[in-house]
């Protein structure tokens, strides 16, 4: 019963009937139990076309929990405090601070989480973050984490599972901003999809018939790694922040940001970079493609807006090599498409552990609205 409601929110008893093929009569004394349990609530009236009783909506309780979607980055962290319905309720941006330890980055998270959900702090349900490293599902453990070592400390998870007091999941960045798009952005409606994030970091998301594709060791889309550069040098140094500026300095290149090397007329030595660049990110994107042939991919991280006009010229050069190229789009959720998605799997492990389906779950919450838009109005200035 739950579980199609959940598909085709908001409904009717009379609907839910006939989907399900339960009678009237069970339905009626179903939803009022879930009424009474406070899961789910009547909504306005329908007016029918014909006599008789008027049908009343159904919808689930959004306003019984809360949950925390987390992306946590080397640079910069995202929170995302949303109803049980995905609305919005607060959200913020605040640099990342990479000089605390394992515990007391944990405790920091906490801290903002407990300020952010204020008043509804008791209403927790679940939480989820959003880390820039392997994650493996058994444990779960961190690893590949470059940019910032502390979350491979086991206590980071032991310190916010304690902390937090709820249910608490650790997702890779990239498979979390992935999904994020495919509910609320650029990605929606293609259930075979992929991401590729690149700022501080490269990472990249796969998602399959609409399930996200995690190997054991966490390492399914851990492109970075692929040595194609001279003497071995990981793709990841060629085509992120810290690795652009890093060769910039080794070339005598002046460049006060990364995004220097997009200028629209660059002088020869800063041209000769920008063609490593795109080989390096044809390389990556070709890799992706031939891995699961997405209907879409989707770019997004810090650098990614600095690529929208060269997307076509990118699409052409992964079908000159393999004759078939996906929709390249930008992140719709720009730097919020991880905390996002971390609400997604937060609000997945409420509506599994209220009883829905999982078969019920692939496209949960239906009917959600949690576009940037909204993120960007619930936005709180930082505060201690």
């Keep these: 019963m739950l579980s199609q409601l959940l598909r085709s929110r908001p409904t009717t008893r009379t609907r839910l009937a006939a989907d399900t093929g339960i009678s009237s009569a069970t339905v009626s004394r179903a939803v009022e139990h879930l009424i009474g349990s406070g899961v789910i609530r009547e909504g306005g009236e329908i007016v029918a076309g014909t006599r008789g009783r008027r049908a009343v909506t159904l919808d689930l309780d959004g306003s019984r929990g809360v949950v925390v979607g987390i992306d946590l ?55 989820c973050v959003g880390l ?10 961190v690893t590949n984490a470059n940019n910032l070592a502390q979350v491979e400390d086991p206590r980071l998870l032991e310190t916010l599972r304690a902390r937090f007091a709820t249910h608490v999941q650790l997702v890779n960045d990239a498979d979390l901003a992935l999904l994020g798009e495919q509910r609320f952005g650029a990605a ?52 992120t922040g810290p690795g652009i500026l890093r060769r910039a300095a080794e ?43 997405p209907d879409v991919l989707v770019l997004g991280g810090g650098l990614a807006p600095s690529l929208e006009p060269d997307l076509e010229r990118y699409r052409d050069a992964i079908e000159l090599h393999v004759h ?25 492990d409420c509506y599994r552990r209220l009883g829905v389906a999982d078969d019920a779950l692939g496209d949960a919450p239906v009917g959600a609205l949690l576009d940037l838009d909204r993120v960007k109005a619930v936005a709180v200035p930082d505060r201690p």
Aim: glycine content about 12%; proline content about 6%.
């Design 73 to 127: 980055g080397a640079s910069n962290t995202r929170m995302i405090v949303a109803d049980l319905v995905a609305t919005p309720l607060a959200s913020v941006e605040l640099p990342t601070p990479s000089e605390l330890g394992a515990v007391e980055l944990a405790e920091a998270l906490v801290h903002t989480a407990r300020r952010l959900c204020g008043d509804r702090w008791d209403l927790l349900q679940s939480v």
């Design 132 to 141: 820039p490293g392997a994650v493996r599902a058994n444990g779960p453990s």
């Design 188 to 239: 929606t409606g293609a259930p075979t999809a992929a991401i590729l994030t690149f700022g501080t970091g490269l990472g990249a998301g796969i998602a399959r018939d609409g399930v996200l594709v995690q190997g054991r060791h966490g390492i399914v889309g851990e492109f970075g790694q692929l040595p194609v550069g001279p003497l071995g040098t990981r793709l990841e140094h060629m085509v």
């Design 251 to 293: 070339s005598g290149v002046t460049m006060t940001s990364p995004a220097d090397l997009f200028v629209t007329e660059p002088e020869a030595a800063l041209a000769a970079m920008r063609n490593q660049f795109d080989t390096a990110l044809v390389i990556a994107l070709t890799a992706i493609t031939v891995a699961c042939e």
């Design 324 to 348: 078939y190229a996906p929709r390249l789009a930008l992140a719709e959720l720009g730097a919020h498409s991880g905390a996002a998605g971390a609400v997604v799997v937060a609000l997945t």
